[in-house]
């Protein structure tokens, strides 16, 4: 019973790398969704995907790529990480055909960028 | 535009004691509310949540909240605190159709002395 798996959880960049968030949802959930979460800012929407093919920018989208690749993953890019991207990751999932389900979130992927 | 307001950033209270937890939403039409918690390390689980009906609601680990329309209020409350309970709370306020985004706040950090 995996739910939603994120990986690595754990990542130290330079600035300017670039990397690739993998998260992976095995509860056949249409909708994803990938937040970041900053001390005092709460969690904050950087891009989200509604189903298969589609993906839209949320709060915080600048820096950042998404791709659905099917209806289990959807991965975030950095293209050129920045100091500012230092933060913990989390990707959820949620079915939408019901707006009162919860979102089912990864563990979370910590990363710093020195 | 839905936002939510967690007033309070840190909360310490002693084992044993009752807990309250503030939050307060801005919502054009009936709120969809919810409390999540997010254990260290982890993502962030479903408390409880509501949408119409009985306004006191209970959820897991013996945690319930009272939504106060006239007061624009949603707050979080348990009898009695347990060592265990030390976490980040966050309540989020969702929107109905579409794609489903839910805002959260800020979160709250409850510490827990013995």
């Known amino acids: 019973n995996a739910g939603v798996t994120q990986t690595p959880k754990f990542q130290v960049l330079k600035t300017g790398q670039s990397m690739t968030l993998q998260c992976a949802q095995d509860m056949n959930h249409n909708s994803m969704y990938w937040y970041r979460q900053d001390p005092g800012m709460g969690l904050r929407l950087i891009y989200y995907?509604?189903?298969?093919?589609?993906?839209d920018k949320g709060e915080v989208p600048n820096g950042y790529n998404v791709s659905r690749l099917n209806k289990r993953e959807f991965s975030l890019r950095l293209e050129s990480a920045a100091p500012s991207q230092t933060s913990v990751y989390f990707c959820a999932s949620k079915s939408p055909e019901n707006f009162l389900l919860p979102l089912h979130f990864g563990n979370g992927t910590r990363l710093t960028v020195t | 535009a839905q936002s939510v307001t967690q007033p309070d950033i840190h909360i310490t209270v002693s084992e044993g004691a009752s807990l309250e937890l503030r939050c307060n939403y801005s919502y054009g039409a009936t709120p969809y509310l919810f409390w999540y918690v997010q254990s260290p390390g982890q993502g962030l689980q479903l408390l409880l949540k509501?949408?119409?009906?009985?306004?006191l609601v209970q959820g897991i680990k013996g945690f319930e909240a009272e939504f106060k329309r006239s007061q624009s209020s949603f707050n979080l409350r348990k009898p009695s605190v347990h060592w265990s309970d030390a976490a980040e709370y966050f309540c989020?306020?969702?929107?109905?159709?579409?794609?489903?985004?839910?805002?959260f706040g800020r979160g709250t950090s409850l510490i827990v002395h013995p």
């Open positions: 995907s509604a189903s298969e093919g589609t993906t």
């Open positions: 989020a306020v969702g929107a109905s159709g579409g794609s489903y985004i839910p805002t």
């Open positions: 509501y949408f119409s009906g009985d306004t």
